[in-house]
């Protein structure tokens, strides 16, 4: 509980317009000062196409808010070896639209995420609960959760609110109170977070939270070269092997969709994909609105990726 109420105690946040405010520790990362840091990014339609206005990074004493608006493409690219660091982890609730903002809006290829919403399924499933498709924690119900930091989060449907009434209010400048709270609060736990999950997942999950990290950061990022110019999957541990653990590859694979099949794949109400989904422990997602929309991202172990891309493709004959 003291742990926690340190957590809660009032922290320092900086805006950052310029490299020269971070500390030095994230602009050069090396093996010797390597780093645990709280992320999120805030923006309009935050995607390829949208706007990245805010940068979270969260540290032990305190909360920078790299401002995009302001500090623009060069203030951006000195946090790039960061951000690709393998000497610099990044700790994020669901990263995928983060990472396809970072990716087609700076050409930075987000790497060593520990995905909070990723390492919280793997140990239900450690824990005996029987994988579901769709069942993703929300960052608030995971705040809220006494195991891992039980802080309720009640302004965060006031700020949805203020979305809603204006789509660009991570554009307005200068940041008001509010947007400065709200930005660091969505950070400002994750380490806390990270430190009891990091408790509880065992050496095989661990591993499969480094990789399914690695394939979220390039979920919406495919391009033509299958993303071959993104780091190395983390390779399956010899120790693992050693102690006789089944693990398999897992992958990421794309499936073109053709002009005007996209429905028959979704199906009336979803249930063609449900089926899909409940016929695998695959991982299916959807460009949507934000793009591509003609593609559907399938994430998990490489036989599972397979036969629901299999069944996909047939959808469309």
């Known amino acids: ?28 990362p090396s093996p010797e000062r390597q780093l645990v840091i709280g992320f999120d990014c805030e923006g309009v339609d935050l995607a390829r196409y949208g706007r990245l206005c805010i940068m979270q990074l969260a540290f032990e004493d305190a909360v920078y808010l790299v401002d995009a608006v302001e500090g623009g493409h060069l203030l951006m690219q000195a946090c790039k070896p960061a ?36 390492a919280y399924s793997l140990i239900e499933e450690q824990e005996g609960r029987k994988w579901a498709p769709d069942e993703y924690i929300s960052f608030v119900g995971l705040l809220a959760d006494p195991r891992y930091c039980g802080v309720s989060y009640a302004e965060k449907e006031e700020v949805r ?48 939270l480094a990789v399914r990290g690695s394939l979220y950061c390039r979920c919406f990022c495919v391009n033509d070269n299958d993303c071959n110019d993104w780091p190395p999957l983390p390779p399956i541990p010899d120790n693992l092997i050693i102690e006789g653990q089944t693990l398999e590859e897992e992958i990421l694979q794309s499936v073109d969709v053709p002009v005007g099949n996209m429905g028959r794949v979704i199906g009336k109400k979803g249930a063609s994909i449900l089926s899909i989904k409940k016929s695998g422990k695959a991982e299916i997602f959807f460009g949507g609105q934000k793009g591509p929309p003609d593609k559907i991202f399938i994430i998990g172990a490489a036989k599972e990726v397979q036969k629901a891309a299999a069944i996909i493709r047939g959808k469309m004959l």
């Open 1 to 28: 509980m003291e742990e926690l109420k340190v957590h809660l105690a009032p922290i320092p946040i900086h805006i950052v317009t310029e490299a020269s405010q971070l500390p030095c520790a994230f602009l050069e």
């Open 83 to 118: 951000l690709e660091s393998v000497y610099v982890t990044k700790v994020v609730h669901d990263c995928k639209r983060d990472s396809e903002a970072l990716y087609f809006q700076y050409g930075i290829k987000l790497n060593n995420v520990v995905d909070t919403q990723i």
């Open 161 to 208: 609110t203020l979305l809603r009434e204006d789509p660009k209010f991570w554009e307005h400048r200068p940041l008001t109170y509010m947007m400065k709270k709200t930005a660091a609060d969505d950070v400002r736990f994750l380490l806390h977070i990270y430190n009891k999950m990091i408790e509880k997942l065992e050496l095989h999950s661990l591993w499969q």
